[in-house]
């Protein structure tokens, strides 16, 4: 399935867009976005999708602080770049009050995973990671069921303007080592491959 877009006035403030964001009725069960100032409405990710999101997840758990919390569906802001993003997994510190409810700002969270879809990796693999980045998010993790060259995961770290640096990969199959402050071996050979 692909994604559906809605396009932007650019003369409609952040605020604005949010406010649109927020207020109008989605398709039940939809992921909804705002990508470079592009409302972007998705199906709900697959099965093989979630297993992969929750397996990541499961480790996780065992190495993050007792102050720190994973989200499957926070929608993070990112307004430098027009984006209103909700990873697949978002890693961050619980906080007693925030500004909005429907939304964190992205500098906020300490990891964002993606696992892409095939109708929506692009987004995954350049829009989204220029947002995490511009917003300081100190790590990505990309897990690419779709790459051309076969299934990897990536880890992205050290953050400078809308770019990381690559830190490590690994093809479905092999371990991928997430560094401090998670210290955890992801193993990728637990991922259902397409």
């Known amino acids: 399935m692909s994604a559906l877009t809605v396009g ?28 470079e100032g592009i409302v972007t409405v998705s199906p709900a990710p697959a099965y093989r ?15 993050i602080p ?13 307004p430098s770049r027009l984006g209103m993003l909700i990873p697949d997994l978002v890693v961050a510190p ?14 906020l969270a300490e990891l964002v995973v993606e696992v892409t879809s095939k109708s929506n990796a692009r987004h995954d693999r350049i ?42 990969s690994a093809k479905f199959g092999e371990a991928l080592k997430l560094p401090a402050p998670f210290d955890v071996v992801i193993d990728t050979g637990e991922f259902p491959v397409a």
């Open 8 to 35: 932007h006035d650019p003369e409609q403030s952040w605020d604005d867009l949010v406010r649109f964001w927020e207020e109008m009725e989605w398709p039940e069960g939809s992921k909804v976005e705002i990508i």
């Open 49 to 63: 999708h979630n297993v992969i999101a929750a397996r990541i997840q499961r480790r996780l758990y065992s190495v």
């Open 66 to 78: 007792e102050d720190w919390e994973i989200f499957q569906t926070l929608a993070i802001a990112v």
């Open 94 to 107: 619980v906080r007693e009050h925030t500004e909005a409810d429907t939304h964190i700002p992205a500098a």
């Open 127 to 168: 829009s989204k990671p220029a947002a995490y980045a511009c917003a300081g998010i100190p790590f990505y993790l990309l897990v690419d069921r779709w790459a051309p060259e076969g299934p990897a995961a990536s880890l992205y770290g050290e953050p400078k303007g809308d770019v990381y640096q690559l830190l490590t």
